[in-house]
């Protein structure tokens, strides 16, 4: 069963547009939220992430918004750019336990036109 | 600063061939992942090290294994490849953010 389900498995926005990826998570103890960006051929890149005492966090183009009581959160992209086209992941894990792991939502790819 | 280095790049396998996927970190990271990727599917864990001689599953292990000989290695073996193990790999090791290799494109045939 997969802890973390996002949405949509993607999308196509034009340049200057507003991205918006939503992922919904099931465990309670979950208290660390990252995103990743990947490009064909990488690997997955942290891009922002934020933890449950915060309700939005903000880096250049880039926020996380995040609603404890609802276990979901969501990334914004502000003023998509074509170099924004990527794969993007949720995740979350626990930051306090003894593997540390990251559950991964499916992911979802983003396409911007110019 | 290499960070997390994965050999080989690509590869094709036969079915019932074995390899080894390597991968070395140099971050002095204590947690280490293995993970494979398929369209559609996100990221699976395969295996997972919190430290060197200590190894355990994730949540598709089967096909697979793992060895944690020193802090900086994490090497995953396949035995007997089958056509299901064809995905990408991808190595991760982690203190806070978990930085990944450039990943391995694995194909069984």
């Known amino acids: 069963q997969q802890q973390v389900k996002q949405s949509p498995q993607s999308l196509i926005v034009q340049k200057g547009g507003i991205s918006i990826i939503n992922c919904a998570y099931e465990n309670t103890a979950f208290d660390y939220f990252p995103w990743y960006q990947q490009f064909p051929g990488k690997g997955p890149a942290l891009l922002i992430a934020i933890r449950p005492d915060v309700s939005e966090k903000k880096e250049g183009r880039f926020t996380i918004s995040f609603n404890k009581s609802a276990k979901q959160f969501s990334l914004h992209i502000m003023d998509s750019q074509p170099g924004d086209s990527a794969t993007y992941f949720c995740a979350a894990s626990k930051v306090w336990s003894n593997d540390y792991k990251l559950s991964f939502g499916a992911g979802t790819t983003v396409t911007v036109r110019a | 600063n290499a960070g997390v280095t994965q050999t080989p790049k690509f590869r094709i396998l036969k079915i019932g061939q074995s390899m080894t996927l390597q991968c070395t970190q140099d971050m002095n990271h204590n947690y280490m992942?293995?993970?494979?990727?398929?369209?559609?599917?996100?990221?699976?864990?395969?295996?997972?090290?919190?430290?060197?001689?200590?190894?355990?599953?994730?949540?598709?292990?089967?096909?697979?294994?793992?060895?944690?000989?020193?802090?900086?290695?994490?090497?995953?073996?396949?035995?007997?490849?089958?056509?299901?193990?064809?995905?990408?790999?991808?190595?991760?090791?982690?203190?806070?953010?978990?930085?990944?290799?450039?990943?391995?494109?694995?194909?069984?045939?």
Not at chain 2, 67 to 91: H, I
């Open chain 2, 33 to 109: 992942y293995w993970y494979r990727q398929d369209p559609g599917m996100g990221l699976k864990l395969i295996y997972y090290s919190v430290g060197a001689g200590i190894t355990d599953k994730g949540e598709v292990p089967n096909g697979y294994n793992v060895s944690r000989s020193t802090t900086e290695d994490f090497p995953l073996r396949l035995e007997l490849a089958a056509p299901s193990q064809t995905s990408v790999y991808f190595c991760a090791s982690r203190h806070t953010e978990a930085f990944f290799g450039q990943g391995t494109r694995l194909t069984v045939v």
